[in-house]
């Protein structure tokens, strides 16, 4: 059973750009949480999406939104992007929302300059 | 809000130690959790535990809950280089609420 897969795997962007990265969970999962790992905040909540609805989110700004498909493939999109918002962006699955067994994907390493 | 306090924050030792390494929390937690991440990779899942005082162990890996239910800790025994990686603790206070992970243990293994 393949793995959590996320696209693209690096990216670069300047200020003020968006951008959108993706997730498609393992097969049959339903839950897809998406997580902002950085050196000084460590690993941050950012939402989580079980069956195309948004059943969690953290602290993070409007700037960060997200989305699931009927497929259970997940999106975020972060807006007018800043240089605090370089970091590793982990998207994780589980078969249903809430349960602790979440697997993630190897994240996505995105650069603002 | 919630916090989860993980020490120590780095640790190097001999392959063939054993090592400890501990979170706690002002809050009172129903799961916690223990990942591994990789250099490059996103976490594993090394150990979960459901019930205070439950001690459960995955190879050379042993975990316990709190009685307190506010702190749990993770030993590794007889450390090998691959051991190498940083260890996240992580609590959940119920099925349904977000996971809050704490700042991880750096762990460094010299052969």
């Known amino acids: 059973k393949a793995g959590v897969t996320q696209t693209p795997r690096y990216l670069i962007k300047t200020r003020g750009q968006q951008v959108t990265l993706s997730c498609s969970p393992i097969?049959?999962?339903?839950?897809v949480s998406w997580y902002q790992q950085t050196p000084g905040q460590g690993l941050q909540f950012l939402f989580e999406?079980?069956?195309?609805?948004?059943?969690n989110k953290g602290n993070f700004p409007g700037r960060f939104s997200g989305r699931q498909f009927s497929n259970s493939r997940s999106e975020m999109n972060v807006s007018t992007l800043e240089l605090g918002d370089s970091a590793l962006y982990l998207c994780?699955?589980?078969?249903?929302?809430?349960?602790?067994?979440?697997?993630f994907g190897p994240g996505t390493r995105l650069l603002v300059l | 809000g919630q916090q989860l306090n993980q020490s120590p924050q780095s640790m190097f030792i001999q392959e063939g130690e054993d090592v400890s390494m501990n979170c706690t929390s002002s809050s009172i937690f129903n799961t916690w959790l223990w990942y591994k991440q990789d250099p490059g990779e996103g976490p594993v899942l090394l150990i979960a535990?459901?019930?205070?005082?439950e001690l459960t162990s995955n190879g050379r890996l042993t975990a316990q809950f709190g009685i307190t239910r506010k702190d749990s800790f993770l030993n590794i025994s007889a450390s090998i280089p691959s051991d190498v990686g940083i260890y996240f603790c992580a609590g959940k206070r119920f099925e349904g609420f977000k996971t809050i992970f704490g700042a991880g243990t750096r762990l460094f293994v010299k052969a």
């Open positions: 535990l459901y019930k205070a005082g």
């Open positions: 994780a699955s589980s078969l249903e929302a809430g349960k602790e067994t979440q697997y």
């Open positions: 097969s049959g999962h339903r839950s």
């Open positions: 999406y079980f069956s195309e609805t948004q059943r």
